[in-house]
């Protein structure tokens, strides 16, 4: 069997979804969502409805149960949900109109989900900084690339001690500034091995990966920071 990221329609891009626009494969998901009334969410700038359906679909348009608080502001929206293997998935449309509490909505044309990774990587916002010992050092001020939520990049202008081959790093404290929709966070993990070291020649720096050896505490505030940021990386790209 064909792994379902290789499968044919489907395109890999570097924002790290995989992306189709392939009218039959789009056409099964939208029976998907209708016949098993999957929960679809629906989000556009300000706003994030509670879990919804797709009532109908035609050749025209899609027909979604409106959310008893839906604001009517704005025409372009995204739909976001989960699949069966648990990957998020989006897909933009414009409202056409509202009648009979539905959402009527044109069909989309683009289909995207986030990577198929055992741990997804999101984008930290500017600023954001690492710090941890390694035997009887300290190094701080580390810029922090991505996190997720088995692991981070950081990167430093100056060459630190570190091969790569599973050096144990302690005591390891991020630093997140706040986003439009997530507020300033700390994380603190005990420890963590890094695993890969390589030269950075475009930006000049040199990066270290990081997986987390954590508790199941640790672990819990990861993946809700980890979480918003991937709803916050759902939200970009929608026409404002």
Same mark, same amino acid.
């Given at each position: 069997?064909?792994?379902?990221?290789?499968?044919?329609?489907?395109?890999?891009?570097?924002?790290?979804?995989?992306?189709?626009?392939?009218?039959?494969?789009?056409?099964?998901?939208?029976?998907?969502?209708?016949?098993?009334?999957?929960?679809?969410?629906?989000?556009?700038?300000?706003?994030?409805?509670?879990?919804?359906?797709?009532?109908?679909?035609?050749?025209?348009?899609?027909?979604?149960?409106? *959310?008893? #608080?839906?604001?009517?502001?704005?025409?372009?929206?995204?739909?976001?949900?989960?699949?069966?293997?648990?990957?998020?998935?989006?897909?933009?449309?414009?409202?056409?109109?509202?009648?009979?509490?539905?959402?009527?909505? &044109?069909? *989309?044309?683009?289909?995207?989900?986030?990577?198929? +990774?055992?741990? $997804? +990587? !999101?984008?930290? *916002?500017?600023?954001?900084?690492?710090?941890?010992?390694?035997?009887?050092?300290?190094?701080?001020?580390?810029?922090?690339? #991505?996190?997720?939520?088995?692991?981070?990049?950081?990167?430093?202008?100056?060459?630190?001690?570190? &091969?790569?081959?599973?050096? !144990?790093? @302690?005591?390891? @404290?991020?630093?997140?500034? *706040?986003?439009?929709?997530?507020?300033?966070? $700390?994380?603190?993990?005990?420890?963590?091995?890094? !695993? +890969?070291?390589? +030269?950075?020649?475009?930006?000049? &720096?040199?990066?270290?990966?990081?997986?987390?050896?954590?508790?199941? @505490?640790?672990?819990?505030?990861?993946?809700?920071? !980890?979480?918003?940021?991937?709803?916050?990386?759902?939200?970009?790209?929608?026409?404002?």
């Amino acid at each position: 069997m064909t792994p379902p990221d290789t499968q044919k329609g489907w395109q890999t891009e570097a924002s790290g979804y995989d992306v189709t626009q392939s009218p039959e494969i789009i056409a099964k998901t939208l029976s998907m969502l209708k016949n098993k009334r999957m929960f679809v969410v629906i989000i556009h700038k300000g706003y994030q409805s509670g879990s919804t359906i797709l009532v109908n679909l035609s050749q025209h348009n899609l027909q979604i149960d409106k *959310p008893l #608080d839906w604001p009517g502001t704005e025409t372009m929206i995204r739909i976001v949900f989960k699949d069966a293997a648990k990957l998020w998935n989006h897909f933009t449309v414009k409202v056409l109109g509202v009648k009979d509490d539905l959402l009527y909505t &044109t069909r *989309p044309t683009k289909l995207s989900r986030l990577q198929r +990774r055992a741990h $997804f +990587r !999101v984008e930290t *916002p500017r600023d954001s900084t690492a710090s941890f010992t390694y035997k009887d050092d300290t190094f701080s001020g580390l810029q922090l690339s #991505d996190i997720s939520a088995g692991g981070m990049q950081t990167c430093s202008p100056e060459r630190l001690p570190l &091969t790569g081959e599973g050096d !144990v790093i @302690n005591n390891i @404290n991020i630093h997140l500034p *706040p986003t439009a929709n997530t507020g300033e966070t $700390f994380l603190s993990i005990k420890k963590g091995l890094v !695993v +890969r070291a390589l +030269r950075n020649e475009e930006l000049k &720096t040199y990066c270290y990966g990081v997986t987390f050896d954590y508790s199941q @505490n640790e672990e819990e505030l990861l993946l809700r920071y !980890v979480r918003q940021r991937e709803l916050e990386m759902l939200r970009s790209g929608l026409a404002m």
